[in-house]
């Protein structure tokens, strides 16, 4: 890549003209799961069903053409799509996202003695050793780029199937910049994964790939607006989804996004920042998030007003009362909530938690509604560092009180010194951003488990990772002057609604909240910008890149 080739951040003034004329949103998606000469693959049609539900149900978009899928999917309807029907059906103020998912491949060509690699996406009808069959990115991007729409975005969830890309401008204010991107055109693509990496064909949502489970709960919930200003733009998705799909577990593979050919750097914007049911609930969702119960509590009243009967609504009326320490009404709430129904990625807990809280909290609530005290303990909560020590993490003010700080990924862990003349029997409690209880011993050192941590004693607990989206999680650290075996060794979900915990033994507990609060360690939008301002024009460049050829074995990925 030459100096010559990048762009710097040019800041738009305030003052424009007049706004962009609006046409459709519109939605195309492509799946193939039942190929004939390719491994077979699980859930590429559920992803491009779940995407297509989710765009033209939540967001609003058009869907004038079914779905290209399994055996409709061929080369020449794929291509018949994009060179036919789209370029009849689009509007030059119409705005498309096209989604593919399915195999993906890269052919590796050596002339002379540079490496030249061509992507290419791969029909139902391809054969494994044809090229001709397959459908080379390189056709698929400068036909897209030809459409008359003024935004096109292309999603592609396919192993190997990443681009060198170009990055796009940075804007002032919120409102030049929605009006600004909708106004130039636009030519974007994200893809799951770069070009030898193989996608997984399972995530965070059940039958849905990694890739494409992080995007729609990014844009069902309001998660993918990095910047809080309501608007998700194309580039804040490819962001978005490079952070979360990249530091999954397990995930061996890393998004990548930019744009193609005649770009004008504008980009699609999706705002939520109206009073849509789905913009409400975007804003309750960071709210919740933050534990900011101030502003949850009017947004779940609005919502209410809305769709009272909603999977949403109930769930964040659970999460609302359960923050307002009101846990026979968040009780209620989850019950509300078994008894509608919704389809899985609706609400972040699946309804096999919903129904492990009917018997949790119950059993847990003489301990939940235990008041805050301070503890004869001096209690640290400690991040690894670089050369592998731990140390305390920085802190700051928060509404309950004083919250730590943790980067998504560290190590942490906690550092407890018993400040008293007993030992101290300790245990947690730990409540997650989304509303999952986790309950256990403190403690790492066995024989203090059992024992407690001796007076003027230090101890630690286990090491634990620090992994989600930026938010709240809230620590109850539970002390007692005797050792308490149901916190020492909690019961199963079944065995908790056989039992309860004596009110005597509640009466011996003391609680202390200890609160932290996730902050992404990677590149932050604002700081974004002049990263993506160094990506190389064109989008189809020669690159020097190590051994790739052939997907190997793919029956668990794209």
């Not at 050596?110 to 044809?130: H, T």
């Not at 991007?141 to 969830?157: F, G, K, M, T």
């Not at 009272?308 to 509300?336: H, I, K």
């Not at 503890?375 to 050369?387: C, M, R, V, Y």
Request: net charge negative.
């Amino acid at each position: 890549m030459n100096d010559s080739d990048t762009r710097g951040a040019q800041p738009i003034p305030d003052a424009e003209t007049e706004p962009a004329a609006q046409g459709r949103n519109v939605i195309a998606v492509i799946g193939i799961d039942a190929y004939a000469h390719w491994p077979k693959l699980k859930n590429a049609v559920n992803d491009a069903l779940g995407v297509q539900k989710l765009f033209v149900e939540k967001l609003g978009f058009a869907m004038p053409f079914p779905p290209l899928v399994n055996a409709d999917a061929t080369a020449a309807k794929i291509m018949a799509l994009i060179t036919d029907q789209l370029a009849s059906a689009l509007q030059p103020s119409d705005n498309l996202v096209l989604f593919y998912a399915g195999h993906g491949d890269t052919r590796v060509s050596m002339i002379g003695e540079r490496e030249k690699q061509s992507g290419y996406i791969i029909p139902v009808d391809a054969k494994l050793e044809n090229w001709a069959d397959k459908i080379g990115t390189e056709w698929f991007l400068e036909n897209l780029s030809q459409l008359p729409a003024r935004h096109v975005l292309l999603i592609i969830d396919a192993c190997r199937s990443g681009f060198a890309l170009s990055g796009m401008n940075s804007y002032r204010s919120a409102v030049t910049y929605q009006e600004t991107l909708a106004r130039n055109i636009s030519r974007n693509v994200i893809s799951s994964a770069r070009r030898n990496e193989d996608a997984l064909d399972n995530g965070p949502l059940p039958n849905h790939s990694l890739f494409t489970g992080t995007l729609i709960e990014g844009l069902n919930w309001g998660a993918a607006d990095l910047d809080r200003n309501g608007l998700v733009s194309a580039y804040e998705l490819g962001l978005y989804l490079q952070q979360r799909v990249g530091q999954a577990s397990a995930s061996k593979q890393t998004p990548d996004f930019g744009s193609f050919h005649l770009d004008e750097r504008g980009e699609l914007v999706i705002s939520l920042r109206d009073d849509t049911f789905d913009a409400v609930k975007a804003r309750a969702f960071l709210a919740m998030l933050n534990h900011d119960v101030n502003a949850l509590a009017p947004l779940v009243q609005q919502l209410t007003a809305q769709r009272p009967a909603a999977a949403e609504t109930l769930y964040l009326q659970f999460r609302l009362r359960f923050m307002q320490n009101d846990y026979a009404g968040a009780l209620a709430a989850v019950n509300q909530t078994l008894a509608v129904p919704f389809d899985d990625g609706i609400i972040p807990l699946s309804r096999a938690d919903l129904e492990a809280l009917t018997v949790q909290l119950p059993y847990w609530t003489p301990v939940l509604e235990l008041s805050a005290s301070a503890l004869p303990l001096q209690i640290d909560f400690q991040i690894e560092n670089a050369s592998g020590e731990f140390e305390n993490a920085p802190r700051g003010a928060f509404a309950s009180g004083q919250i730590y700080q943790a980067n998504d990924g560290a190590i942490a862990r906690y550092r407890i010194e018993n400040a008293s003349a007993a030992p101290a029997h300790l245990y947690f409690l730990t409540v997650t951003p989304h509303g999952r209880f986790i309950v256990g011993p403190l403690l790492e050192d066995d024989d203090a488990r059992i024992a407690g941590l001796a007076p003027h004693a230090s101890g630690a607990s286990q090491k634990f990772k620090i992994q989600g989206l930026p938010s709240v999680v809230e620590n109850r650290i539970l002390y007692a002057p005797q050792r308490i075996s149901k916190l020492l060794f909690p019961a199963t979900v079944a065995a908790r609604g056989l039992d309860t915990i004596a009110p005597e033994t509640i009466a011996t507990l003391q609680m202390q909240p200890v609160w932290y609060k996730i902050v992404s360690d990677v590149t932050t939008l604002a700081d974004a910008s002049e990263i993506r301002n160094a990506y190389s024009r064109l989008t189809l460049d020669v690159l020097e890149n190590e051994s790739a050829g052939t997907d190997g074995d793919l029956a668990s990925a794209l």
